[in-house]
């Protein structure tokens, strides 16, 4: 079975930084496009950014473009997203997934609060 944990949230002030990772485990993800997801309190879960297998594609949200970068690591089944400049509307719980996702696969996510 697919497990997907994220990690690296947590309470900053605005203009913080923070770098979120996703491990996965019960089979290989190597091949598959990976990508991160925020639900913001009251809102429907986003797309934040997404890379292609092999790092050819890259995709960010307009609100995140410049600030955030998604990077993984094949060998170590994991995606990392380093944001920077936070602010008070990045405030959300961060999800990582297939992309598109995989229905199964929603971990718990991890929680990320900016301050003003």
């Known amino acids: 079975q697919v497990m997907l944990v994220e990690s690296g949230g947590g309470l900053v002030q605005t203009g913080g930084s923070l770098k979120l990772s996703c491990t996965a485990s019960?089979?290989?993800?190597?091949?598959?496009?990976m990508a991160w997801f925020r639900q913001a309190p009251g809102k429907e879960r986003e797309f934040v950014a997404g890379?292609?297998?092999?790092?050819?594609?890259?995709d960010y949200a307009d609100s995140v473009k410049g600030r955030f970068t998604i990077s993984r690591d094949n060998a170590k089944n994991t995606v990392s997203l380093q944001m920077n400049s936070l602010q008070p509307e990045d405030t959300a719980v961060y999800y990582c997934?297939?992309?598109?996702?995989?229905?199964?696969?929603w971990g718990q996510g991890t929680r990320v609060t900016v301050s003003s």
């Open positions: 890379r292609d297998w092999n790092g050819e594609t890259i």
């Open positions: 019960g089979r290989s993800f190597s091949w598959y496009a």
């Open positions: 997934n297939q992309n598109p996702p995989d229905a199964r696969a």
